[in-house]
């Protein structure tokens, strides 16, 4: 049989204590790699980051923490204020304002006129129901906005 490859030798090492790696921890299993995952990617392991994750380093893109996001109240919380005397009657009508968009989460069980910026087409739906109405601050007629 003919071989074709021999295995290094290590006879440059032999009787020595460390095989030329510092020290003899060092040279078992994972050696001194410079940390494990990313450690080193800023210094020694630089040119990997910089070749094949383009973009790691730096600020990417802008996130405003200040949203601008109307108030909103269900249906619920208007049927609890009712039930609770905070809304005004009047001829057997409750009159409640709103300065924001109501939604229709929960049922309105008293006939109501809502005043609010904005509705959802649930809310518009479950009011009328009621025999209701819901009517729009600005002055144009309540539509289901989004």
Known sequence: MVRTHRPRSKSKFLGKRHHGRG???????SGTR????????????????L????G??????FVNKVRNRPDVINLTHISRKIASGE???????YYFRFDGKVLGGGQLYYPTVVEARSFS?????????VGGEARSISG???????
Not at 23 to 29: C, L, Q, Y
Not at 121 to 129: L, P, W
Request: glycine fraction near 16%; proline fraction near 2%.
């Open 23 to 29: 020290n003899k921890k060092k040279g078992r299993g």
């Open 34 to 49: 410079g940390g494990v995952g990313r450690g080193g990617m800023l210094k020694h392991r630089k040119t990997y980051t």
């Open 51 to 54: 070749k094949y994750e383009k």
């Open 56 to 61: 790691y380093y730096g600020v990417h893109g």
């Open 87 to 93: 809304v005004s009657k009047k001829d057997n009508v």
């Open 121 to 129: 087409k649930k809310a518009v739906d479950k009011i009328e129901q």
């Open 140 to 146: 144009a007629p309540a539509t289901a906005q989004k």
